[in-house]
């Protein structure tokens, strides 16, 4: 008769205490979205007062016009294409923010919603890549033909987000082995003769594209993630097919149009109709070489990997990788031309060893947390998350911003939590841990998300 008191006792108390527990959530989550209100008041005054013309990227209507307007847009250089593509990045970059908010919210569909659509513009890049590249292909005789019946040209700066370079050789035989400096955009190839045997017949004429972007530009299956993430942007290398150059007859100029469905032809290296596989003897290596921006961290062994057909980074037949940490310039032989990637697995920051949280202030808290490499410090406060540490030549544009306060000293940079964590990713630090990364951490298990929600 005790024990049944008791137990009456305590279940009221129980019930009592998840009253009150409830009515402190309800409140902790009202305080929270009217502070979030706020910063998302103050993100649409500042888009306001930018005056900026890209579309509303929470308004799928909006994405919608602005996707079929750019596919109907006809793009006739690679000036333009890179023009478009870094417009075209500033709405992945409002949809990345989007998404962000999505993850702290815990709205998953949200998060996908946004990928798809990040794919699915990148995507669109790649293709007024390839139009600018059609075009420039049926006009060949425009650039600047050497001697050696070669062109070589590059389009983009040394700064820029998105990099192309482009060489040709325009005698359908004595194709030897080529070295190709594109010095202005910092790529370097060096091409076997066995690459002039893929074109069909052995004895057509060939060109060699590159494109060098400082994101991952490859768009990809959400479903399938992989296990390593690209670090330092890509570097695109494709084996193209020139063709015939026009000609003039008396007053008329004969230029051959191919089909609208194929523009041009991308050539496979190897050819595996003639060379079998990538180990073939047949099959000599390419030797690639770019530069990767100041604001990435790269190990000092670092991985390199192409895109596969099967949507993931293989490493498969890249050997001889030298990093050149002083000039930033990373280099390998491929046996094969694809696109390319310093990788790194996702898990590499994993397990955390431990986190602290020490008030500040009435309104500020650090936050520390020891990752596998480097002890990440945080400050929170009412506008969001900055980083404070580690102080290292590629974190600087995160730590701290252009403005200063009347003493002169750089302000932080303050953005929401997730946005942060993708920034720090894309330097190299994954902070975000997915389900699966826990079949590479051997003695660890999954939360439960049942018990972390009572």
């Known amino acids: ?63 919608n016009t602005y996707l079929s307007t750019s596919r109907a847009e006809v793009l006739t250089g690679f000036d333009q294409a890179i023009a478009f593509s870094q417009y075209a990045e500033r709405v992945v970059e409002d949809l990345m923010d989007l998404a962000s908010t999505a993850r702290e919210e815990g ?17 669109l890049e790649m293709e007024k890549i390839d139009d600018a590249t059609a075009h420039m292909l049926q006009h060949i005789e425009t650039l600047k033909v050497t001697t050696k019946q070669e062109v070589q040209e590059t389009w983009g700066s040394s700064h820029d987000s998105i990099k192309i370079g482009f060489w040709g050789h325009l005698q359908n035989k004595g194709f030897r082995a080529k070295v190709i400096a594109h010095d202005k955009i910092h790529v370097n190839l060096e091409l076997p003769k066995s690459v002039a045997t893929s074109a069909p017949g052995g004895s057509c004429c060939i060109g ?34 020139i063709p015939p150059v026009t000609k003039q007859v008396k007053q008329w100029t004969l230029r051959q149009i191919p089909p ?24 000599l290596p390419c ?72 008030p500040v202030s009435d309104t500020q808290v650090a936050f520390s947390i020891q990752a596998a490499r480097f002890e990440m410090q945080f400050m929170i406060d009412e506008n969001g998350l900055s980083l404070r540490g580690p102080d290292l030549p590629e974190l600087q544009h995160l730590i701290r911003s252009e403005a ?29 841990p997915d389900d699966n990364d826990i079949e590479h951490l051997p003695g660890y298990q999954l939360k439960s998300f049942e018990t972390e929600a009572r």
């Open 404 to 432: 200063v306060d009347d003493e002169g000293t750089a302000l932080p940079v303050i953005m929401s939590p997730a946005r942060l964590l993708h920034k720090l990713r894309d330097c190299g630090i994954n902070l975000m």
């Open 208 to 241: 060699v594209r590159s494109v060098y972007t400082t994101y991952d530009s490859v768009p990809r299956s959400r479903k399938k993630t992989g296990s390593k993430l690209a670090v330092g942007g890509t570097m695109r290398v494709d084996l193209v097919l």
């Open 287 to 358: 030797k690639v070489e770019y530069k990767i921006p100041a604001d990435v961290i790269v190990q000092k062994e670092p991985k390199v990997s192409w895109w596969s057909e099967n949507e993931e980074w293989s490493n498969a037949d890249v050997f001889e990788i030298q990093w050149e940490e002083d000039s930033r310039r990373v280099s390998f032989f491929c046996q094969r031309l694809a696109t390319y990637a310093v990788t790194q697995d996702k898990w590499l920051d994993l397990p955390y060893k431990w986190w602290n949280f020490r």
């Open 1 to 63: 008769e005790r024990g049944a008191k008791v137990r009456a006792e305590e279940g009221e108390r129980l019930e009592a205490e998840n009253q009150r527990v409830e009515q402190r959530k309800n409140e902790r989550k009202a305080n929270l979205e009217y502070e979030q209100g706020k910063i998302e008041a103050k993100r649409e005054w500042q888009k306001f007062i930018e005056c900026n013309s890209r579309p509303n990227v929470a308004l799928e209507s909006d994405l």
């Open 107 to 123: 709205d998953e569909p949200r998060q996908e919603w946004c990928m798809e659509y990040m794919d699915e513009i990148r995507t």
């Open 260 to 283: 609208k469905e194929a523009p041009f032809t991308k050539l496979a290296y190897p050819n595996q109709d003639k060379h079998g596989d990538a180990t073939s003897t047949l099959n």
